[in-house]
């Protein structure tokens, strides 16, 4: 290989984030801290790369301390997808402090000598002077990230990553305290040269360490706002507060007074697959939009969900798919008829047996239509070719 082809080998090498072997930095009196007066709100990446948009809508735990935070200890959860990233263009000169976790320090090949105060603790800082070239933001569904923190406050974190900034840019970490050289910082924002690589500044010395091009090199944090904690409530309390969740439905089904539990057990099951059976009409009933023959089988079924015999030949079809979770019960009544008892059950329908409930209920009527001599040629058609595309 010719010397020129390594020359470029070795420099287009050198563009990826923390490729380059750093200089070697001064290390003079590292033992004196400097805490900088500035709050830390942007981050350092552990590894810098071309696209930002996959740490959008990471969220960081709140226990990750300040100093440890970098995009490594971030995480997608099903909440995130409340979470876009959008990007803009960018550009400008800048030059400011960015927060730096242990693990970047360390990839850098310096602890530096500077900090700046994290919420709780403080980290490390570097000084970055980078030309801007463009960013990623967040836009939220505010109303569905909000719920879905409240309905799985598991799948929440207190922030999340809302932007990623990207340039050309070079990293300087602080080596020495001026002091320890000779030199008084005046003001915060004092700025001594000394060459291209170095500089005096915020009262302690910088050094080049190493450079990026065209990289996603550091990221911010926004709060999430997390829905408050419900208080425990007693054995019954989902009667009136029906449950939430991101993996189905929950249904109440509630029995009349009977003379024995077990019979007003069963009526509360039917009671809630019951309310199970409308549902999947409804979710069928969205579905005709993008289904002429699904929109023309049920056209046809009138007023048949209406039917009590209906309901329940239907409910009998779904019946394996409809969990009881909770009950509350029985509560005894003292008529004169005898002691009657009613029991509430919390039941479970999991949004991936939707496309199984939906082809028992098209099928059931399909049955019910043909029984009453109701169903033509063309309808069983449509029918047979709804059940075939249900997903």
Known sequence: MSFARRLLTASLACLSAFSCAPKNVGTGNLGATMVLPLKASVFVRAAFDSDGSNLIGQFIADSVGDDQIDE???????????????????????????????????????????????????????????????????????????????????????????????????????????????????????SIPISGDAFYKDGVKWERTTEFKGQHFAFSLSRATLGTPVAAADACGWVNSVPRSLDGQYFVGVSEPLPSERVARDMAMREARGQVVKYIGEYLEQATNSSQNLKGALGSVGGELDQTSTVDAISNGVAKLVKDERWCGPEKTETPKGMLQTMKVLAFFPNAERAAASRIQLQTLMDILKQKGKLTPALEAQFTKSIADVK
């Open 72 to 190: 490594t200890q971030g995480a997608r959860t099903r909440c995130s997808e409340f979470i876009k990233p959008k990007k803009i263009a960018a550009s400008g000169e800048v030059e400011d402090v960015f927060a730096a976790s242990a693990g970047v320090g360390g990839k850098i090949g310096v602890k530096g000598v500077a900090q700046i105060q994290g919420e709780r603790k403080n980290t490390n800082a570097v000084r970055i002077k980078y030309v801007a070239s463009e960013k990623y933001i967040s836009e939220v569904d505010t109303k569905g990230l909000a719920e879905c923190c409240s309905v799985a406050p598991d799948q929440c974190a207190g922030r999340y990553i809302s932007q990623t900034i990207a340039g050309d840019g070079r990293i300087f970490v602080a080596t020495e305290t001026s002091n320890s050289v000779g030199v008084e910082a005046e003001g915060t924002f004092k």
